[in-house]
């Protein structure tokens, strides 16, 4: 991770962090019957993640105006919806995972009905976030709304899971062609659709024009696409205690992976291509652009 | 159920219905890849329910408008809320339920994987449709938006579930008025909150004033508990046909019911006082007010 980034990360993840733990306060009543719903949700919120969807978010804003801590809600309700996404996926009857982030997944803790519900709960608070706690016009917020349902949906990520799921096992007899549609669509929805979404929060909060807009939503697409090859590659040649889940997983599965399809070899190829679109993008922002540039190289070279 | 009633449902019902058949049409990227979405979604959402939500939504919109088609966008948001909750609520993890209104439930046909994810779609479509589908000011849609995150999240709809799920077989060893408290607590939340919901989405897109809203949200409350207290009556007396579930499966999970923390008889009572506090608040309203008075009577009554 270069400097530029790493600063910026520095100086905005703190401030993501805190509003996240003050968030998910419950009521009086609410703890005393289901403080393990309230457990499980912050377990999961609290867990160590990058913050990359909230860092997007505030990227994109400070684009078009300075003050970015008046992003924080929309931020928040960004990363409020990935944990729920992980929560979900994460469960037997999905992914059947145990590790995230080298800790026990949230079903592992709190059992598989807490996890279901903590992620339904979550879901809706990154609603009730946008419609009540985000600083800006009532055509602005339902506007994020819009987005973020668009995004977080059936034709985004959960459509993208449900591809990635159903493509289990699918693969043969299937012509390449077919496979790599299939792929692409699935990669877009299910990553791309919610990094570019965090993005055009930011640019649609700071009231951005819609030539940035369509930019920086062609960039979304890009790095979004690149961050699932770059996954697919890390799961294939990474190392466990990087990656904190177990590697070669998706290969166990049958899983069809850009690298299953391509090769490794293709695969890096693809991922430098849509490195460079995305540059290509916002490239006439000029130095305003830096921390997306930074970004987009940290996706491609991403320790995770 | 009585003339009145059975008017109003036969009048809104067939467009209730048609209203949420055109929405979930995928696009055609969608239903290439990921076809099985979108009939788990559909296979719920057209299952034979009563659209009670909806027309609560659409009851409370007359008091104070006439063109209540304006109300069809909302009411099938509340619908689409409903309808995931059941999905996720049947669930082998959850409630383990085979049978719903007399059919397979949603994951016995789909897979565990494919329900989870026709819930969260569903629940994300429903605030897409609030947030794109409403003719009204941003104002009221951001009100509305906000509604349904409060009443079906962690402090509505999802925290009941939580208590609802974390309080079988803990009866043991706690005291009456602990367990009183809890159960109340819980059907406020996991079935009062919606209900009541669905009706002030119906008071705040027509417009009414706070003190019809406040009659309105208690009226909600009173008869979201008679609902629930009538379910537990059901689900001990009923007939399986009428029920189209499992008869006594509450009783079998060691559920902590109004029946079997009060008896069948006291119960009944509870309904009854419910019922009568329900009437009270909308008695100011005369005769505008028959239409929700007919529904009061027929939960208290229903053979669902």
Known sequence: MNQHLKECFDSCRPQVDAYLKQL?????????????????????????????????????????????????????????????????????????????????TNHKVFGDAMAILAGDALLTEAFRLLAEEVDASSAVVVKLIATLAQVAGRDGMVGGQAIDILSQGQADGRDREFLSELLETLHKRKTGAMITGALLAGVDLAGGDSDLRLRIEKFGMFIGLAFQVADDILDEVGDQDILGKDIGSDRELDKLTFVSLFGLDEARRKLFNLHREALLQIEPLGAKGAELKALADYIVERDR
């Open 24 to 104: 998910l306060f419950a009521d009086a009543a609410g703890r005393r019957f289901a403080w393990p719903l309230d457990e499980a949700m912050h377990y999961s919120v609290d867990a160590a993640g990058k913050r990359l969807r909230p860092l997007l978010t505030i990227m994109a804003y400070r684009l078009c105006a300075q003050d970015w801590q008046r992003a924080l809600p929309v931020a928040a309700a960004y990363e409020l919806v990935h944990t729920y996404s992980l929560i979900h996926d994460d469960l037997p009857a999905m992914d059947d995972d145990d590790l995230r982030r080298g800790e026990p």
